[in-house]
Nanobody, 114 residues
Framework: QVQLVESGGGLVQPGGSLRLSCAVS????????MGWYRQAPGKQRELVAD???????NYSDSVKGRFTISRDNDKNTVYLQMNSLKPEDTAVYYC????????WGQGTQVTVSS
């Protein structure tokens, strides 16, 4: 089973920034399409960004222009740089391949509040 370990969340004020990281234990990492997902209280988990092995990216409309997904294939790590954060970005953030495995890491909590 591939291990997915997210980190970097925290409490930030509206307009602030955070950088999330996800370490992936897979020998096939560089060919996986990786995604960042989030789940807000009472809502379904949603895909907010994904990145192919050659770093082609896609973003949901809600984060386009504010979030940037990237990857380091030598470190088996995927990142999410989040700028201009809004209270509605508050959620637990998860990384997974896209489409996802049928299991998840522990996620990392992002709270945007003044």
């Amino acid at each position: 089973q591939v291990q997915l370990v997210e980190s970097g969340g925290g409490l930030v004020q509206p307009g602030g920034s955070l950088r999330l990281s996800c370490a992936v234990s897979s020998g096939f990492f560089r060919v996986l399409v990786m995604g960042w997902y989030r789940q807000a209280p009472g809502k379904q988990r949603e895909l907010v960004a994904d990145i192919s092995g050659d770093s082609s990216t896609n973003y949901s409309d809600s984060v386009k222009g504010r979030f940037t997904i990237s990857r380091d294939n030598d470190k088996n790590t995927v990142y999410l740089q989040m700028n201009s954060l809004k209270p509605e970005d508050t959620a637990v953030y998860y990384c997974n391949k896209s489409p996802s495995f049928n299991y998840w890491g522990q996620g990392t909590q992002v709270t945007v509040s003044s």
